[in-house]
């Protein structure tokens, strides 16, 4: 996947910008849009395989690269009336949606559930799980287990939230003319996302398979409240409240839409900050000198509260967290947010100026 990007003063040129950190929102909306990924209801497990990792590359001098919108659609096929996981709830009497929806004692459990130490509840009870990006995967659960659902997640290398939600599912897979409205099961559902999880994601209320109407409830969120990890090299991670917001160094950006390759995960920075000097060391300007990248903010930038993609802003010097003060804009009527901001710095930074080595200056 190509990255967004927006360069300054790549070979020597500066650029006088009045706000050089503003986010490039009108690249960010040219970016591929974040993958998202509905969990299936007919099976007990669901790990997606494993994908090659996000290529990075310098920002160059071409454009950001525009790329329709991959989301993952699944064909929707008549069932065969082969009984489907047996389930772990209890089914309310009648067996309707009905009473699914208004059953006190599935709704109890969700708010009675415990918040596992280290995360943070994002929201509790809500009648739809979530559509979101990094999709790691599913486990159907014994029970509404939270702390067994965060363990999940913690064994789960890139794993970042969770949503556990009770689902009304059919028996068998229905089928038009055979068994269109089979008897129901309930479920315990645990997904897992290399992405912090926000409210507005909850949109999966259901779907209908033939007759048999599928509905959730009881769904919990929670993110990890614990900073990314370590990156070899780099100090850090610094917690900041928003952005940088630098009066100057800023060298340019480069944003990676959340996929199935792309979670929140600043390596990925760390990753454009390297590549970025080592094009920079070899396209010094004619004194030789060129910008290496000793500093980034790593953020997830949202639109109207769904977390679009990792933003990373690159610098030639490192900035205090004082400087983190850059919460969102808005690009017409839509809002786009900062969460989970970082910054990490270049344990060895060359000295300044640096010299590209092998480089003769030219002749001035």
Same mark, same amino acid.
Request: charged share 10%; glycine share 8%.
């Given at each position: 996947m190509r990255s967004a990007f927006l360069a300054f003063g790549l070979i020597g040129t500066a650029l006088a910008l009045p706000r050089p950190q503003e986010i490039d929102l009108d690249g960010v909306a040219a970016a591929a849009d974040p993958v998202i990924i509905t969990p299936p209801y007919d099976v007990a497990s669901n790990l997606p395989s494993i994908l090659t990792t996000t290529s990075v590359a310098p920002i160059a001098t071409d454009g950001p690269d525009s790329r329709k919108r991959s989301d993952i659609v699944v064909e929707k096929r008549d069932g065969t009336c082969a009984p489907l996981p047996t389930g772990s709830g209890p089914v309310p009497s009648p067996d309707t949606v009905a009473a699914f929806q208004s059953d006190p004692d599935l709704q109890a459990l969700a708010t009675n559930a415990p918040t596992p130490y280290g995360y943070a509840s994002v929201f509790t009870n809500l009648a739809a799980s979530v559509n979101a990006p990094n999709y790691m995967g599913l486990h159907t659960v014994t029970s509404f287990d939270t702390l067994g659902c965060a363990n999940l997640c913690d064994r789960a290398s890139g794993c970042t939230a969770f949503n556990i939600y009770i689902e009304r599912d059919p028996s068998v897979s229905p089928n038009s003319i055979n068994c269109p409205n089979p008897p129901s099961v309930t479920n315990f559902k645990c997904t897992l996302y290399g992405t912090p999880l926000t409210s507005d994601e909850a949109k999966n209320t259901g779907q209908y398979r033939d007759s048999f109407q599928i509905v959730i409830v009881g769904s919990n969120a929670y993110n990890k409240n614990t900073p990314p990890p370590a990156i070899s090299g780099f100090t850090g991670p610094v917690e900041l409240g928003g952005a940088i917001n630098a009066p100057n160094s800023y060298m340019g950006y480069q944003f990676f839409p959340f996929s199935q390759t792309q979670g929140f995960d600043p390596t990925t920075c760390a990753s454009a900050c390297t590549a970025q000097t080592t094009y920079d060391e070899n396209h010094p300007n004619p004194d030789c000198s060129y910008q290496p990248c000793i500093f980034f903010n790593a953020y997830v930038l949202s639109e109207d509260g769904i977390p679009q993609g990792l933003y990373c802003s690159m610098y030639?010097?490192?900035?205090?967290?004082?400087?983190?003060?850059?919460?969102?804009?808005?690009?017409?009527?839509?809002?786009?947010?900062?969460?989970?901001?970082?910054?990490?710095?270049?344990?060895? +930074? +060359?000295?300044?100026p640096a010299l590209s080595p092998g480089c003769t200056p030219s002749a001035s």
């Open positions: 030639n010097a490192t900035w205090a967290p004082s400087y983190g003060t850059n919460y969102g804009q808005y690009r017409g009527s839509d809002r786009y947010t900062v969460s989970d901001s970082y910054s990490y710095s270049l344990m060895s +930074p +060359p000295s300044q």
